[in-house]
């Protein structure tokens, strides 16, 4: 029976207990949910609404609009609507409510913000900063080596397998949300990575998981964390003074490819896109950056 009078406190304190506790969402997620459901209780305690009826489309449109004329991003609403949406469908599905307050309501446009795209030319001087003359030497050349050959999330390169790797034929298995694909890879991706094996995996004296292919020197494998601050420290060493990101290498693949004729299909194949209008981006930046070679390099440009 569904209560009018249930306390908001004690159904967003039932919310906040079961996000404490699923597996369905990440730690962060989590997180990031409480954070903004705690934001949200605040709003309807300053309003002294103390009733799940209470709460209503109009309360939920007003609360968003105060948080835009404090000037927060629009990104920032959209992911505080999400969070507040799931915390009433939870409570729909426990019986609590009869109808969503969020229902229609619809989330803040944002813009999208192209990402960084390395030059051909900067791509080779970032690839030519790890000396091959140690352990670490030889695995970070390797690994941005294979980033590039592939454009592969850094998720999917530190989660890569011996086993994943056919270096006699030139081509990789990688596997995302349990989808595989195969991505074919250049001869000096397939000679830094021969040399890494041969000449620094093999020395290590302890390795945790036998078929892990990029391992810290410990033997276990590399973190996201781990190789952030590979790519950080490479980008400076080459004096590169663009934002980079480890997703910045993958960004770089699918726009030379594109930029060098290869069509959106197959360069959607290769990144694992799932929908092709998230490979449609490259295609919007590859045709920013013609337009900005043009108006430097035509000599009426700028008559």
Same mark, same amino acid.
């Given at each position: 029976?569904?209560?009018?009078?249930?306390?908001?406190?004690?159904?967003?304190?039932?919310?906040?207990?079961?996000?404490?506790?699923? !597996?369905?969402?990440?730690?962060?997620?989590?997180?990031? %949910?409480r954070r903004d459901i705690l934001k949200y209780a605040k709003y309807l305690e300053d309003l002294q609404i103390q009733c799940v009826n209470e709460c209503s489309n109009t309360t939920i449109i007003n609360y968003l609009l105060s948080m835009q004329k404090q000037g927060m991003a629009s990104s920032t609403i959209s992911r505080n609507l999400a969070?507040?949406?799931?915390?009433?469908?939870?409570?729909?599905?426990?019986?609590?409510?009869?109808?969503?307050?969020? !229902?229609?309501?619809?989330?803040?446009?944002?813009?999208?913000?192209?990402?960084?795209?390395?030059?051909?030319?900067?791509?080779?001087?970032?690839?030519?900063?790890?000396?091959?003359?140690?352990? $670490?030497?030889?695995?970070?050349?390797?690994?941005?080596?294979?980033?590039?050959?592939?454009?592969?999330?850094?998720?999917?390169?530190?989660?890569?397998?011996?086993?994943?790797?056919?270096?006699?034929?030139?081509?990789?298995?990688?596997?995302?949300?349990?989808?595989?694909?195969?991505?074919?890879?250049?001869?000096?991706?397939?000679?830094?990575?021969?040399?890494?094996?041969?000449?620094?995996?093999?020395?290590?004296?302890?390795?945790?998981?036998?078929?892990?292919?990029?391992?810290?020197?410990?033997?276990?494998?590399?973190?996201?964390?781990?190789?952030?601050?590979?790519? $950080?420290?490479?980008?400076?060493?080459?004096?590169?003074?663009?934002?980079?990101?480890?997703?910045?290498?993958?960004?770089?693949?699918?726009?030379?490819?594109?930029?060098?004729?290869?069509?959106? $299909?197959?360069?959607?194949?290769?990144?694992?896109?799932?929908?092709?209008?998230?490979?449609?981006? %490259?295609?919007?930046?590859?045709?920013?950056?013609?337009?900005?070679? %043009?108006?430097?390099?035509?000599?009426?440009?700028?008559?």
């Amino acid at each position: 029976m569904i209560k009018g009078g249930i306390i908001v406190d004690v159904l967003i304190d039932e919310y906040l207990a079961y996000l404490k506790g699923s !597996q369905n969402v990440s730690a962060n997620t989590r997180e990031s %949910y409480r954070r903004d459901i705690l934001k949200y209780a605040k709003y309807l305690e300053d309003l002294q609404i103390q009733c799940v009826n209470e709460c209503s489309n109009t309360t939920i449109i007003n609360y968003l609009l105060s948080m835009q004329k404090q000037g927060m991003a629009s990104s920032t609403i959209s992911r505080n609507l999400a969070s507040i949406r799931a915390m009433y469908r939870f409570l729909l599905s426990r019986h609590h409510m009869t109808n969503d307050p969020t !229902q229609n309501i619809h989330g803040f446009k944002t813009e999208k913000k192209l990402p960084q795209i390395l030059t051909s030319q900067e791509v080779e001087i970032l690839l030519e900063q790890p000396v091959c003359r140690d352990f $670490k030497g030889y695995r970070d050349r390797a690994m941005l080596e294979l980033l590039y050959a592939t454009g592969m999330r850094v998720s999917e390169l530190i989660s890569l397998r011996i086993s994943d790797v056919h270096l006699e034929v030139g081509y990789i298995n990688c596997t995302h949300h349990g989808q595989e694909r195969v991505i074919p890879i250049y001869t000096a991706a397939r000679e830094a990575i021969r040399a890494y094996l041969s000449r620094a995996r093999s020395k290590l004296r302890e390795i945790q998981d036998p078929d892990i292919l990029f391992l810290n020197l410990n033997g276990a494998k590399l973190t996201r964390q781990g190789f952030w601050k590979i790519i $950080k420290y490479y980008t400076q060493k080459a004096g590169i003074k663009k934002d980079i990101t480890p997703h910045t290498l993958r960004h770089s693949f699918a726009i030379h490819l594109l930029e060098n004729g290869a069509d959106l $299909k197959s360069i959607q194949e290769m990144l694992g896109h799932t929908d092709i209008s998230s490979t449609q981006i %490259y295609a919007q930046i590859a045709k920013s950056r013609l337009a900005d070679v %043009y108006q430097k390099a035509h000599p009426r440009a700028h008559s």
